[in-house]
Nanobody, 127 residues
């Protein structure tokens, strides 16, 4: 079992930046592939970014490539999402998720793949 708690959301103007954090407890985060998903009002939940267990591989949805960066600090049991050049369409609740996997370089992109979810943190980008 792993518990995930997101923080760092808030209100920001378009073009601004935010850094989301996800602190894991109850298990060693290095055993998990970590993803960020988001859900905007009236829309389906969508993949944002994923990072392998050892941090050596990452992947992003096309609309955030070059603007968002996912990273992890396994010593601190924490995963981050640095979001730059924010746009109004980035407004959503952002969820940290985890998938236990024994392979060091695996990535996941589907919500149904993930084993654990945080409660989410709201990001609002004003235009």
């Amino acid at each position: 079992q792993v518990q995930l708690v997101e923080s760092g959301g808030g209100l920001v103007q378009a073009g601004g930046s935010l850094r989301l954090s996800c602190e894991a407890s109850g298990s060693i985060v290095s055993n998990y592939v970590m993803d960020w998903f988001r859900q905007a009002p009236g829309k389906e939940r969508e993949f944002v970014a994923t990072i392998s267990r050892n941090g050596g591989r990452t992947s992003y949805r096309d609309s955030v490539k070059g603007r968002f960066t996912i990273s992890r600090d396994n010593a601190k049991n924490t995963v981050y999402l640095q979001m730059n050049s924010l746009k109004s369409e980035d407004t959503a609740v952002y969820y940290c998720t985890a998938k236990r996997d024994w392979r060091s370089a695996t990535l996941y992109r589907e919500p149904n793949d993930m084993d654990y979810w945080g409660r989410g943190t709201l990001v609002t980008v004003s235009s």
